[in-house]
């Protein structure tokens, strides 16, 4: 019972760092129609400045910071040099999916190129492990949740009570009709890539942190299970996404745990991305926009 | 002729084969593949584990066989469409678009990490390696005439396969998979079963890049998950973009492009002043360079020429029955 309580612990820090992640996707998804698959390398973007930041400054505040401009500004750089232009250009979805692709895929060579290939090690003092509760978690693990529960705070209270969230959903249900209604929906996408990428750049110096080391392709991968709790989600809904993540997450972290009788007792913990996108095809497959919504209901209720 | 014109063309040839499958898929079909690489994994493992013999310690694979080498390929074609056909069953019923695309990507992750993390099937990320010179000793050639023997055969075997798409092109079949890229909806009124024609040309795609898989892996001599590098990948498709979707003539050229001139051009990349010391010094730069530079293309082609360089021809009704509209100028 307590073993399943503590990965229940690492599940939720683990379903953190992914509703983060997920929730920016998702945003980016909501305001263009657009899957960015290069929205992993805002993460890995956001590790590199707060590793730079950090070394020079040692002060893991500025950089956090650090990771959450450069992930905003990275994210407004995709958005003016590409996905505005294909989308004023009329591409469909499944075009500027490949144009992402092959945006992600320049953004980690243009790295590996000045930062090299290797893998990073990037280790803050996490402090010593306790109880709280019936969880075992570090002060480092203390401050991951807490502050993924601030800005998902502050989030939705930007989506729901300012003017801009105002905008912003209403781009995200009709561009057209909003543009009808004066909106400027190039704008509105913009500044929600901005906010996006703040949070996805902070949410790769978290994920950074808590793994310990990263490298120019560690974004793509971590971006491969967001889209997982992205889609079971609902893509393009904040709330169902938030869920979506934390299921992902907590079912990441307990598959290791669990005896399997074919695969040499358990599945080892590098079967994960595979586990994950076996969940992703299923729930694709049963219900294909998302586990939580009602197809009458629209993007931010 | 030099042994490394040999190899650039042998490569060339199999290149070939690869990139006029991806085009039954993504060109007349119209379905973003990702999952297409692992069909060629597939077709690659299967002829080895075939053909290679039984496991020696500490290596340890499935099958185990000493099969000649056309009669494992020809098992491993049919394996890799067996796979193609369970991932087409998934993900053509309901799925298009990047749903579509998301799906295979997840499909050839899972096979990825199988074959990597699952031992006793491939050896996992040891891979699997040993098949030399396959027919050699049949027609009694020693390493150096091998070479052109195997250059001979694979450029006799994309001219056969240029040769059948060129007819499925032109098909019936091929028209068909070209009218449910453009308009699903029409085909469907016209009487045309959806489902079916996808999963055809997704099989028939699949195959062709079990049997480049086949030839790469007699040309590799192994096989292991790290072949399946996201550059090696995104040159195929890379390739056939430029190249013209829907068109095997552009995806030929496509190929001499892509795979021969832009892979081959990079190679010689140290040569130039200043870059020979960074190749010493930091080896993977010029790798990341050039993937730099295939992911740039890929993106300014669907923004500046998304139809690539020999566009498919599309057909026009010329002689429309009436006048629907008077053409505005």
Redesign the interface.
């Known amino acids: 019972m307590s073993e399943a309580l503590l990965t229940l612990g690492f599940g939720i820090i683990t379903a953190s760092i992914l509703a983060l992640s997920a929730v920016a996707f998702t945003l980016e998804y909501g305001v263009t129609n657009v899957a960015n698959v290069s929205h992993g390398e805002i993460l890995t973007i956001g590790a590199y400045a707060a590793y730079l930041v950090h070394q020079r400054t040692g002060s893991a505040i500025a950089a956090a910071i650090a990771a959450a401009l450069a992930g905003g500004l990275a994210a407004v750089a995709m958005y003016w040099s590409l996905i505005g232009p294909f989308i004023r250009f009329g591409a469909s979805p499944t075009v500027i999916f490949i144009a992402t692709l092959g945006m992600s895929f320049v953004i980690q060579n243009t790295l590996v190129i000045f930062f090299g290939a290797a893998n990073v090690a990037y280790t803050i003092d996490p402090g010593a492990p306790r109880y709280v509760g019936p969880f075992l978690v570090t002060a480092l693990d203390e401050q991951i949740v807490a502050s993924a529960i601030a800005i998902t705070v502050v989030l939705f209270f930007i989506i729901s009570r300012t003017k801009f969230g105002k905008a912003l959903r209403a781009v995200s249900q009709n561009r057209e009709l909003a543009r009808v209604t004066g909106i400027n929906a190039t704008r509105v996408a913009a500044a929600t890539y901005f906010l996006a990428g703040l949070i996805a750049g902070y949410a790769g110096f978290v994920l950074a942190e808590s793994v310990g080391s990263f490298n120019p392709y560690f974004g793509f991968m971590f971006f491969l299970i967001t889209l997982t709790a992205a889609v079971a989600g609902g893509l393009g809904k904040a709330v169902g996404t938030m869920v979506g993540a934390v299921i992902v997450g907590i079912i990441l972290e307990a598959l290791p745990a669990l005896p399997v009788p074919f695969v040499g007792g358990y599945i080892s913990a590098s079967y994960n991305l595979a586990v994950a996108f076996a969940i992703l095809a299923v729930v694709i497959l049963v219900r294909p926009r998302g586990l939580f919504t009602n197809a009458r209901r629209t993007v931010f209720e | 002729m030099s042994a490394y014109l040999i190899s650039v063309l042998t490569e060339g040839a199999i290149f070939g084969i690869m990139a006029l499958g991806l085009n039954v898929i993504w060109g007349w079909s119209g379905d973003?593949d990702l999952a297409y690489y692992g069909y060629i994994a597939v077709g690659a493992y299967m002829t080895l584990v075939l053909t290679i013999g039984p496991a020696q310690a500490p290596a340890e694979y499935i099958l185990g066989q000493q099969l000649p080498y056309p009669v494992a390929v020809v098992i491993a074609v049919v394996t890799t469409m067996a796979v193609g056909l369970v991932v087409g069953l998934?993900a053509l019923?309901?799925?298009r678009?990047?749903?579509f695309?998301?799906?295979t990507?997840?499909?050839v992750?899972?096979m990825y990490?199988?074959a990597?993390?699952?031992v006793p099937l491939f050896d996992g990320y040891n891979g699997l390696s040993g098949l030399f010179d396959p027919m050699g000793d049949v027609f009694g050639l020693d390493y150096q005439s091998y070479q052109y023997f195997f250059l001979g055969l694979s450029l006799v075997m994309f001219v056969i396969v240029y040769a059948f798409m060129a007819r499925v092109s032109s098909s019936r079949f091929g028209m068909a998979l070209r009218t449910l890229r453009e308009d699903e909806r029409a085909a469907a009124a016209f009487g045309r079963d959806i489902y079916r024609l996808k999963l055809k040309g997704y099989v028939l795609g699949a195959a062709l890049g079990g049997f480049a898989g086949a030839l790469f892996a007699a040309y590799l001599t192994a096989f292991n998950p790290s072949a399946w590098s996201?550059v090696e990948v995104?040159v195929l498709?890379?390739a056939v973009?430029v190249g013209g979707r829907g068109n095997i003539r552009g995806v030929v050229l496509g190929v001499l492009i892509m795979g021969v001139l832009v892979q081959e051009s990079t190679r010689f990349l140290p040569d130039l002043p200043g870059l020979g010391q960074l190749n010493t010094d930091?080896p993977?730069?010029l790798?990341?360079?050039r993937?730099?530079i295939?992911?740039?293309v890929?993106?300014l082609f669907?923004?500046f020429r998304?139809r690539g360089l020999l566009p498919e021809r599309r057909f026009v009704d010329r002689q429309p029955a009436i006048d629907v509209a008077p053409r505005s100028a």
């Open positions: 973003f998934i019923r309901h799925l678009g990047i749903y695309s998301i799906v990507l997840g499909a992750y899972v990490v199988i990597g993390q699952f996201p995104i498709y890379s973009l930091h993977q730069v790798l990341a360079m993937g730099a295939i992911g740039l890929l993106v669907l923004r998304p």
